[in-house]
């Protein structure tokens, strides 16, 4: 498999929107969940949101649910992090990751139970 690009990162004030994407390569993409992770400085990594394989289904973590919204292009292998109103406590460095296992998304969003992550993008929001 090859490592996800991921692009659309940058610096923000507070209350701006970003929109991450993520190009996926070497898979059948549309048979994997997918998801978008977050880590901080001297924090572990969070759960940010998840999206099952034809995208109906998606699942946040409480500190994003209503600001963030992923959705993802099975035609283009993409994947995507829409996030709006964002608050300095968003600064991290943001990854989508394939789920280790195609099918159904497991839930929990366990950072163990995903591969292939890409190389990381940087969102930086100020007060």
């Known amino acids: 498999q090859v490592q996800p690009v991921e692009s659309g990162g940058g610096s923000v004030q507070s209350g701006g929107s970003l929109r991450l994407s993520c190009a996926a390569s070497?898979?059948?993409?549309?048979?994997?969940?997918m998801a978008w992770f977050r880590q901080a400085p001297g924090k572990e990594r969070e759960g940010v949101a998840d999206?099952?394989?034809?995208?109906?289904?998606?699942s946040y973590g409480d500190s994003v649910k209503g600001r963030f919204t992923i959705s993802r292009d099975n035609t283009k292998n993409t994947l995507y992090l829409q996030m709006n109103n964002l608050k300095p406590e968003d600064t991290a460095m943001y990854y989508c990751?394939?789920?280790?296992?195609?099918?159904?998304?497991?839930?929990?969003?366990?950072?163990?139970?995903?591969?292939?992550w890409g190389q990381g993008a940087q969102v930086t929001v100020s007060s």
């Open positions: 070497g898979y059948t993409f549309d048979t994997y969940c």
């Open positions: 990751a394939r789920q280790r296992d195609w099918g159904a998304c497991l839930g929990g969003m366990d950072p163990d139970e995903f591969a292939i």
């Open positions: 999206i099952t394989t034809g995208g109906s289904g998606t």
